[in-house]
């Protein structure tokens, strides 16, 4: 088998015989890989494949769509389908959330030469794709983007906040994108493989904005053009802006003002013991001069408050993707003031050691705060902020699924 891949043409291949079977015709692979992120949306899911069927009727293209476990069981919904038409796979995420990682799983998952992503909300215009993919083939481009803010292009029913709000985070994309992109906040686009393959293992993944991630992340200047898109109104599903879609859209962009060098969520970690120690401050002088506490007790409550403030705070923002609510929030508080309290002791042992080196007390400070930072980043990341493991999907919605058979 070795000299037949050496010797003949990958296009002959699948018609060899390999090791003692007949030769065998294969179906041709896929020219175009449409991956759809999804949550909670599984009515969309017959609409999108039925849309796509439609418009793509001339070319071989497959749908995958990611699903980060969604309680309606979506999946269940895109498995169904995919027992009736063979080009539509599924890849459910067990543990994780995210749109822009799941783009980049689906993306991988695929052998496709060129990849669209679109959202599975059908907001996006399917019939974009044909136009897509052959500006991409015949003006060899690593990317085409369908943009709202071309001359023809719209945002559709949107309010004027949210409009104000889209302008806004796409002129801060102007900070790490240097493109010229009417739309860099985009999630409709298709991608040549070699591009995406070059910027791959430079991506952060994180947040919404994949486009944004890919752009900044490619190790020289995407050669790109742009369609207009209209934006549909949302017939089904939830819409996936919510309250910290924003914050998550700033740490995107701070990973890739600063990142690799500083991983910004031990950055994030790193600030918000910052402000624990201001609460500390505060607390004990509160108890100390206020309320004439003993100061061994002030001392104590001080640290519990700035704990517990650090805790919620790090639950809120910096883990935000490993959330703890209900019982978990009670033992995870528990356990991160175990950690802390660890990471105490290690600020105190190596403070001590570097000061007995006849060192200068400040740098013995610096020394033992950076060690119980990183102590306490490290072991809250394993023991307090562990993955979390998936609830299962609603058993109807399986029901419903097998419904889509045939008998």
Excluded at 33 to 62: C, G, M, Q, T, Y
Excluded at 105 to 134: K, V
């Amino acid at each position: 088998m070795a000299e037949l891949v050496r010797d003949e043409p990958a296009a002959a291949m699948p018609h060899q015989s390999v090791a003692g079977l007949p030769p065998r015709q294969w179906p041709s692979a896929p020219e175009l890989a449409v991956v759809i992120p999804v949550l909670n949306e599984s009515d969309n899911v017959a609409p999108i494949v039925e849309r796509l069927s439609r418009v793509l009727a001339d070319i071989r293209w497959e749908a995958i769509f990611v699903d980060d476990d969604s309680p309606d069981g979506t999946a269940d919904v895109v498995r169904a389908l995919a027992r009736l038409q063979g080009n539509i796979r599924c890849v459910q995420r067990l543990g994780r959330r995210g749109l822009a990682s799941a783009c980049i799983e689906g993306i991988l998952s695929s052998a496709a030469p060129y990849i669209a992503i679109m959202d599975g909300d059908l907001q996006h215009d399917e019939s974009l794709l044909p136009q897509m993919l052959a500006q991409i083939k015949t003006k060899r481009l690593d990317v085409v983007v369908a943009s709202r803010y071309t001359e023809t292009g719209s945002v559709g029913d949107w309010q004027h906040s949210r409009v104000v709000i889209s302008d806004v985070a796409g002129r801060l994309a102007r900070l790490v994108v240097k493109a010229d992109l009417t739309d860099p906040m985009s999630g409709y686009f298709m991608v040549e493989r070699n591009a995406f393959t070059a910027a791959m293992r430079s991506l952060s993944g994180q947040g919404f904005k994949i486009l944004l991630d890919l752009f900044a992340s490619s190790p020289r200047p995407l050669n790109f053009a742009e369609v207009p898109l209209t934006f549909r109104q949302r017939l089904h599903g939830e819409s996936k802006l919510d309250t910290m879609v924003a914050w998550e859209y700033l740490m995107l962009l701070l990973q890739k003002l600063v990142g690799p060098a500083v991983p910004v969520r031990f950055l994030l970690f790193s600030i918000i013991g910052g402000l624990g120690v201001g609460t500390h401050l505060l607390t004990l002088w509160f108890g100390t001069h206020i309320l004439a506490i003993a100061f061994p007790i002030a001392q104590a409550v001080a640290t519990i408050v700035a704990m517990t403030g650090n805790f919620l705070l790090n639950n809120l923002f910096t883990y935000r993707d490993r959330r703890l609510r209900g019982r978990r929030l009670i033992t995870g508080l528990i356990s991160f003031y175990a950690v802390c309290g660890a990471g105490g002791a290690a600020n105190v042992g190596v403070a001590s050691y570097v000061l007995g080196g006849q060192h200068s007390w400040w740098l013995a400070g610096l020394a033992g705060a950076a060690v119980s930072a990183v102590w306490n980043y490290a072991m809250s990341s394993i023991f307090t902020w562990s993955p979390r493991p998936s609830a299962p999907p609603v058993p109807s919605r399986v029901t419903q699924a097998e419904a889509l058979l045939p008998r």
